[in-house]
């Protein structure tokens, strides 16, 4: 059975500093992988996502995320932190088990950035 | 492209009153589902569609709750009776077959007094 783990649900972080969201997977067969972000009072969007091939993706507003295989991990990371990231973060995952269809959230990790 | 259309955006009603959500996913999307978002139990699958045909609905609560989706760009979610552990805030989203990544409409916050 598929399953999501996000470590830590609050991450505080100062404005120009390295952002680290922890996410791990369980799946028994190839994993399609997501990050979500949601702002207040919104829906969510989509962050970046891996399917096959290159394993670190890029995303929008300067995310990125690497699928280790070995580590079932998929962390989301940007160099320098600015006060617009403040949201909450999900964490997703999908497999051929349910064709591809269904995802499987994490609890979500929320972020803050302070001056 | 419009994106997942949701109506109303807020909804405030009385306990014991019926609520219908409303939701236009994506043109060309194969997949629907509806999802509920609260504090104490985040984000939660309560049913899906896939080609109008509801492929699972384990996630729904209890039977106060019901979905449909009469045609490939219409969905809607009924509570009837609605009660205040239902205040929430209710999610469409869509996705085409295999792709992996859905889409996301506004949200519908609902208040059950």
């Known amino acids: 059975a598929q399953s999501v783990t996000q470590l830590g649900s609050h991450v505080s972080v100062s404005e120009g500093a390295l952002v680290l969201l922890r996410c791990n997977y369980s799946s028994s067969v190839p994993p399609y992988l997501f990050w979500y972000v949601q702002y207040p009072n919104q829906g969510l969007q989509l962050l970046l996502k891996?399917?096959?091939?290159?394993?670190l993706v890029k995303g929008i507003n300067g995310f990125e995320a690497e699928f280790k295989k070995s580590e079932t991990s998929f962390h989301l990371t940007k160099p320098s932190a600015h006060m617009s990231d403040a949201a909450e973060y999900f964490c997703a995952v999908s497999d051929r088990s349910g064709g591809y269809n269904k995802l499987i959230f994490g609890a979500g990790t929320r972020l803050a950035v302070h001056p | 492209d419009a994106g997942v259309i949701q109506s109303p955006r807020h909804e405030v009603t009385e306990m014991g009153q019926e609520v219908t959500l409303r939701c236009k996913p994506i043109?060309?999307?194969?997949?629907l589902f509806w999802y509920r978002q609260t504090m104490m139990r985040g984000l939660e699958l309560l049913i899906y569609?896939?080609?109008?045909?509801?492929?699972?609905d384990s996630g729904m609560p209890e039977d106060r709750f019901s979905a449909k989706m009469p045609n490939a760009s219409f969905s809607t979610l009924k509570i009837q009776p609605s009660e205040p552990r239902d205040s929430a805030v209710y999610f469409c989203a869509s996705s085409r077959q295999g792709a992996g990544e859905q889409f996301f409409g506004p949200g519908t916050r609902l208040t059950v007094l």
């Open positions: 891996y399917t096959t091939g290159a394993t």
């Open positions: 043109s060309g999307h194969d997949y």
């Open positions: 569609f896939n080609n109008n045909v509801p492929i699972d």
